[in-house]
């Protein structure tokens, strides 16, 4: 793999694709007991990700009710905690540990690191804005985990353009810890947060951190537009038969993509440069995020060895053109929409007079 700073403003470095782990584990309110991986295959998993060169591991308090971090914190007890860097995420959970107060911030912290068996978290992200807790609250509650060495650096995740900002203000003012990543839903189907959130990213250096790169499968060549039945234990089978669309953008309902002919444009393209490159669909759709401005980690989930090994193979080694990255940009491209649209010729207007239309690290 290849090694980035996690962004523009900071020194800590991570291995450029990420574990995710949100399948690890025995019991899921939102994934069906197929879709999970036991202890002793997540641990499988966890060691030959770090041998193909991954440092960098990505959970949540919230996964399979906390099973998660407990899988990763009995498998940690193993390694070398310095050569892992660990991120873990709080907001979603239960009882007073829910949301983004003081009071739930510190009881999810030490609930964490109580799973995780380890007495400081990496990377500590808050999952989502909480509109519940005026931000200083938050924000001041995070800086005080940093200064008692509980949390080396801090992030965010699921947020809009203008939340992100904010968070930004509200720490350069008061001279707290600045986040250094963002963690977003992120893939070439996906693409919405170009507009603000990632404009924030670029002017602050901020490095972002895809996460469902794959769109749950379906930028992996695998879905035929005649298929009569879907890939067997796949996520989207579940999503498409259940019609759940609390997951969708880790878990599409099938069905509302069959007949639309944009994203079979994008199906077919991927197809080709995969042929071109001797690569697979996905790894073709993983490297076109790892060549995007600011993108520092791609975060990737794995129900298995197989799947490790064929997503680290996007890490290195090999490029997409920029004539492919243009293709995939032109036939992705989300909707043009007011004022992005009047403010997207602007800037090519000063990009062709020879002057930078934005910043990036």
């Known amino acids: 793999m290849e090694y980035n700073y996690i962004s523009g403003n900071c020194g800590l470095k991570v291995s450029n694709v990420c574990l995710g782990t949100m399948v690890f584990g025995s019991k899921s309110h939102y994934l069906p007991a197929e879709q999970l991986v036991p202890y002793k295959e997540t641990c499988d998993i966890l060691n030959r990700f770090v041998e193909l060169g991954g440092n960098f591991i990505d959970t949540?308090?919230?996964?399979?009710?906390?099973?998660?971090?407990?899988?990763?914190?009995?498998w940690l007890s193993s390694q070398d905690r310095n050569n892992i860097v660990l991120?873990?995420?709080?907001?979603?959970?239960?009882?007073?540990?829910?949301?983004?107060?003081?009071?739930?911030?510190?009881?999810?912290?030490?609930?964490?690191?109580?799973?995780?068996?380890?007495?400081?978290?990496?990377?500590?992200?808050?999952?989502?804005?909480?509109?519940?807790?005026?931000?200083?609250?938050?924000?001041?509650?995070?800086?005080?985990?940093?200064?008692?060495?509980?949390?080396?650096?801090?992030?965010?995740?699921?947020?809009?353009?203008?939340?992100?900002?904010?968070?930004?203000?509200?720490?350069?003012?008061?001279?707290?810890?600045?986040?250094?990543?963002?963690?977003?839903?992120?893939?070439?189907?996906?693409?919405?947060?170009?507009?603000?959130?990632?404009?924030?990213?670029?002017?602050?250096?901020?490095?972002?951190?895809?996460?469902?790169?794959?769109?749950?499968?379906?930028?992996?060549?695998?879905f035929k537009r005649d298929a009569t039945a879907l890939p067997e234990n796949s996520r989207i089978a579940f999503s498409t038969k259940a019609k759940s669309a609390r997951f969708a953008q880790a878990a599409p309902d099938f069905d509302k993509f069959k007949n639309d002919e944009d994203y079979w444009k994008v199906d077919e393209l991927l197809h080709k440069l995969s042929q071109k490159h001797g690569k697979t669909v996905a790894q073709v759709s993983l490297r076109w995020l790892l060549q995007k401005h600011n993108v520092t980690s791609v975060i990737f989930g794995a129900r298995s060895v197989k799947q490790v090994e064929d997503n680290v193979g996007a890490a290195k080694g090999w490029k997409l053109t920029d004539e492919d990255m243009s293709a995939i940009d032109d036939v992705s491209a989300p909707e043009n929409l007011y004022p992005y649209s009047f403010i997207n010729s602007a800037n090519e207007d000063r990009k062709r007079s020879g002057c930078p239309s934005g910043r990036h690290f």
């Not at 989502?128 to 938050?138: L, N, R, Y």
Request: glycine residues 10%; aromatic residues 10%.
């Open 60 to 74: 949540a308090n919230m996964y399979c009710g906390g099973e998660t971090e407990e899988f990763i914190g009995n």
């Open 87 to 222: 991120a873990t995420k709080c907001r979603f959970n239960q009882g007073l540990s829910t949301g983004l107060s003081r009071k739930a911030i510190m009881a999810s912290v030490e609930e964490s690191l109580k799973r995780l068996k380890t007495d400081y978290i990496d990377l500590y992200q808050i999952h989502c804005w909480d509109s519940g807790t005026p931000i200083e609250e938050t924000l001041s509650a995070l800086n005080d985990l940093v200064r008692c060495g509980k949390v080396r650096y801090l992030g965010g995740s699921n947020l809009t353009g203008w939340q992100l900002q904010e968070i930004v203000d509200h720490n350069k003012t008061h001279g707290y810890s600045q986040f250094v990543s963002l963690q977003q839903c992120y893939n070439i189907l996906d693409r919405y947060s170009e507009l603000e959130p990632f404009e924030v990213c670029r002017n602050k250096g901020i490095g972002i951190l895809p996460w469902s790169p794959l769109k749950g499968g379906l930028l992996t060549g695998k």
